[in-house]
Every structure is written in C-alpha cells, then in structure tokens.
C-alpha cells in the first residue's frame, strides 16, 4: 500500500487547506478505512480523524469539530482531509494513514502512510 499526500504550504492564519492522499497498490480502495494524523517538529503523532468505507467518520478529539473535514473519491482512490480557520498550532507535517477500531471509534493506525503534506501557518 503507497501513500502521496499533496496540498500542502504556507497558508496566514484564518485561511484554509484542502489536502489529498492518493492511495495505490491495494485494488479495492473502497473497502479502506482512511485517515490522517499530524506530526509537528519534536513531538509525538497526533491522530486527527477516520472515514471508514461505509462513511462513519471519527473524530480524535471533540476540539478538531467544526475544523476539520474528512471526504474520500472512491473513483480517484483519494481522500482528502479540509481544516477550516487555520491557527499556528496547525503548523505540521500532515500524513495520512489506514485507520482500526478502537474500543470507542476508529482511529488512524499508522501502519502505513506517505511523506506527508507540510503546512506552514503563518500567524
């Protein structure tokens, strides 16, 4: 499985980004649930969010509602992952992964993901 995300840059704070994943060499993209997480300079991972084949989509964390949206192109075998209202703290590498259920939603599981799509928010 081959990750690329794509979308990513220097973006003022308020404004927004869309960023892409393409997925290739897994033939039934449809069945993939699919998600992202961040990862800014020195610190850990940070699971954002999940949209599983059958369209549920889990949030990592309450505070990412109303930012952050999570859509796939079954067609185009991409997903995409819109933050709304960018703040500094956004700044980050943005990679997106499979995601597994966990005991209370999915989650990204991180056992695959591309390079990552830098954003840069400039306060």
């Known amino acids: 499985l081959q990750l690329m995300e794509s979308g990513g840059g220097l973006v003022d704070a308020g404004g927004s980004l869309n960023l892409s994943c393409t997925v290739s060499g897994f033939g039934r993209f449809k069945d993939l649930d699919m998600g992202w997480f961040r990862q800014a300079d020195g610190k850990e991972a940070e699971r954002l969010i999940c949209?599983?084949?059958?369209?549920?989509?889990?949030l990592s964390d309450d505070s990412l509602n109303g930012r952050f949206t999570i859509a796939r192109d079954n067609a185009k075998n991409t997903v995409y992952l819109q933050i709304n209202r960018l703040k500094s703290e956004d700044t980050a590498t943005y990679h997106c992964?499979?995601?597994?259920?966990?005991?209370?939603?999915?989650?990204?599981?991180?056992?695959?993901w591309g390079q990552g799509a830098q954003v840069i928010v400039s306060s």
């Open positions: 992964s499979d995601c597994a259920w966990y005991s209370d939603g999915y989650y990204p599981e991180l056992r695959y």
């Open positions: 949209l599983t084949h059958s369209g549920v989509v889990t």
